[in-house]
């Protein structure tokens, strides 16, 4: 019972953030079907993908639900269990719908809330990367909800924020001040702005900015999105956010970034509110050593010391298991 409990979450999470259909446990599927001449379990499977209130309302794209209930019926005809009508409605029903670009996916929080996000279904889309949410910003976002006293009633600034997985996770969980998406990528930034408002919550409007500074507290974390570009960003600009804690996740991927991503930590690094630096992490998936490296010697010669934050494991999220990502907490040397 339990494992049928633990294989059909496995499939609800793992359809809900639509991961490609070869990272189902199908074999796991096909032997508890074999095993049993009840449809109880293929029912519940699909109560919790293509039935689920979460893909009713922000589904992802058709051709991924035509792709997944077709390799269900396989499974289903393959073993000698009852027919399941609801399994050819659901399929037929899909069958009529347009087609449409538009991929909604999913990601179910510990708290039973929710993040969904309108994602690209390609890796680089419009010129960008940061247009699909990538494993380092899973793992932030699982370690953040894991350590949420470095967040709650502070001011958060992320730096390539992407299409806001890592922040709305945050957000949802841990209660910050304030938390500062950011990214230079014109459709990332408007697509972010998207997905803030799929996920109830508005932004903070420049009046409701000053009204905050001038009578804190307000209640509520106030959200905002920055046009911040590494290249061009000043110090002023850094410390105007006044950030207590800087994240960012999946920024070391390419070695042209690297110099203008460490001039900024550098900046922030200096900055100093009440005599302290703000904490920075930064999560990275380690593809390439070399580029991983070159970042870590530029670290080096900004005078910026790091520590590996021991791994967590992989629980929360629909991972590739086999990726290699880490941490690193950067301080200054003379801190
Ligand atoms: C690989 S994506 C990671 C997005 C998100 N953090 C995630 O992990 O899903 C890298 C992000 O860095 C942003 N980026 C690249 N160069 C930048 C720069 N010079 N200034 C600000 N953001 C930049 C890109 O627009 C993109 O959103």
């Known amino acids: 019972m339990e494992q049928e409990r633990e294989l059909c979450s496995s499939f609800e999470r793992t ?14 599927l096909k032997q508890n079907l074999e095993n049993s001449s009840d449809t109880r379990l293929l ?8 039935l689920h209130p979460l893909c009713r309302e922000h589904p992802p794209s058709v051709k991924y639900r035509r792709l997944f209930l077709s390799e269900l019926i396989k499974k289903h005809e393959s073993t000698a269990s009852e027919p399941l009508d609801e399994l050819y409605e659901t399929f037929a029903a899909v069958l009529r719908m347009e087609d449409s670009t538009l991929c909604h996916k999913s990601y ?46 502070r001011t958060v600034l992320e730096l390539g924020s992407g299409i806001g997985l890592t922040g709305l996770a945050i957000c949802k969980t841990s209660k ?12 990332v930034l408007q ?8 996920n109830g919550f ?11 500074a001038e009578h804190p507290p307000m209640a509520g ?66 593809r390439n050593p070399e580029t991983y490296h070159q970042f870590q010697t530029e670290l080096n010669k900004a005078g910026i010391a790091w520590e590996v934050i021991p791994g967590h494991t992989k629980t929360l999220f629909p991972y590739d298991l086999d990726s290699s990502i880490e941490i690193l907490n950067l301080f200054t040397k003379h801190d």
């Not at 359809?15 to 796991?28: G, N």
């Not at 697509?191 to 799929?198: E, S, V, Y």
């Not at 959200?223 to 920024?251: C, F, G, M, N, P």
């Open 15 to 28: 359809f809900l953030a639509a991961k490609p259909l070869s990272s189902f446990r199908w074999a796991d």
């Open 43 to 50: 029912l519940d499977i699909l109560k919790m993908t293509v």
């Open 108 to 153: 179910l929080l510990p708290s039973g809330n929710s993040v969904t996000l309108l994602e690209s279904m390609a890796m680089i889309s419009q010129g960008t990367t940061g247009l699909i949410t990538w494993e380092a910003a899973l793992y932030l976002a699982e370690w953040a909800i894991g350590n949420s006293h470095l967040f709650t009633d």
């Open 176 to 187: 910050p001040k304030k938390y500062i998406f950011s990214d230079c990528h014109p459709h």
């Open 191 to 198: 697509q972010l702005r998207k997905n803030i408002q799929l």
């Open 202 to 212: 508005l932004l903070e409007t420049e009046e409701q900015a000053t009204r905050r």
């Open 221 to 286: 974390t106030a959200l905002a999105v920055l046009d911040l570009d590494w290249d061009s960003v000043s110090a002023e600009q850094l410390k105007e956010t006044a950030a207590d804690i800087v994240i960012a996740a999946d920024v070391v991927y390419d070695p042209q970034i690297i110099l203008s991503l460490v001039c900024v930590l550098q900046r922030i690094s200096n900055v100093r509110r009440n005599g302290r630096a703000a904490e920075v992490f930064v999560a990275s998936t380690v």
